[in-house]
Antibody, heavy 120, light 108 residues
Framework: QLQLQESGPGLVKPLETLSVTCTVS??????????WGWVRQPPGKGLEWIGS???????YNNPSLRGRVTISVDTSKNQFSLNLNSVSAADTAVYFC????????????WGQGTLVTVSS | EIVLTQSPATLSLSPGERATLSCRAS??????LAWYQQKPGQAPRLLIY???TRATGIPARFSGSGSGTDFTLTISSLEPEDFAVYYC??????????FGPGTKVEIK
């Protein structure tokens, strides 16, 4: 059974870079069978898709985040990461890592989420 | 950009009643739509994908229908654990994904 676990800093200062990592167990991050991605949820609000990572390293990000997003992979640790730069209070949210079966695209697997607060 | 709207924003019902939730797309999206359930403090759970296919392990009281611009999630008889927020999600515009604003199903 695929499992995802986020880890993050908890608190980030404005204009700095937010970095969150997702550790994958139950499957290889290199598997052709899965896609990986990130979704966030500001406190008390709805869900926002951030970006996705596909086999071979292709990534696609939400245009509304204006190029501030980088998603990368560390195959040696079976992890993938989200970097969001130039953060503001509007980026305060629970960040979820997600996974879907390749060809299906819907988010079947979710981590439990990690809250990142942007504040000085 | 395709926009999803969900109605109603809040649905107040009693256990055992039927719940009907709506998701509307601003243009036709074929059947490329999913529904998720989220309970407080938990991650969302995939219920329905491709408009009408139940995900593995989802009870039969959950059903999805629709195509084009209008979609419906129906819970035939509400169980106590079904009171939650429900989101629709679009994958038609892959590689971009969009979530609707959500419908809260609360106990009347």
């Amino acid at each position: 059974q695929l499992q995802l676990q986020e880890s993050g800093p908890g608190l980030v200062k404005p204009l700095e870079t937010l970095s969150v990592t997702c550790t994958v167990s139950g499957a290889s991050i290199n598997s052709r069978s899965f896609y990986w991605g990130w979704v966030r949820q500001p406190p008390g609000k709805g869900l926002e898709w951030i970006g996705s990572l596909y086999y071979g390293g292709s990534t696609y990000n939400n245009p509304s985040l204006r190029g501030r997003v980088t998603i990368s992979v560390d195959t040696s640790k079976n992890q993938f990461s989200l970097n969001l730069n130039s953060v503001s209070a509007a980026d305060t949210a629970v960040y979820f890592c997600i996974s879907s079966y390749s060809g299906n695209y819907y988010s079947l697997y979710w981590g439990q989420g990690t809250l990142v607060t942007v504040s000085s | 950009e395709i926009v999803l709207t969900q109605s109603p924003a809040t649905l107040s019902l009693s256990p055992g009643e039927r719940a009907t939730l709506s998701c509307r797309a601003s243009q036709s999206v074929s059947y490329y739509l999913a529904w998720y359930q989220q309970k407080p403090g938990q991650a969302p759970r995939l219920l329905i994908y491709d408009a009408s296919t139940r995900a593995t392990g989802i009870p039969a009281r959950f059903s999805g229908s629709g195509s084009g611009t209008d979609f419906t999630l129906t819970i035939s008889s509400l169980e106590p654990e079904d009171f939650a927020v429900y989101y629709c999600q679009l994958r038609y515009s892959w590689p971009l994904f969009t979530f609707g604003p959500g419908t809260k199903v609360e106990i009347k």
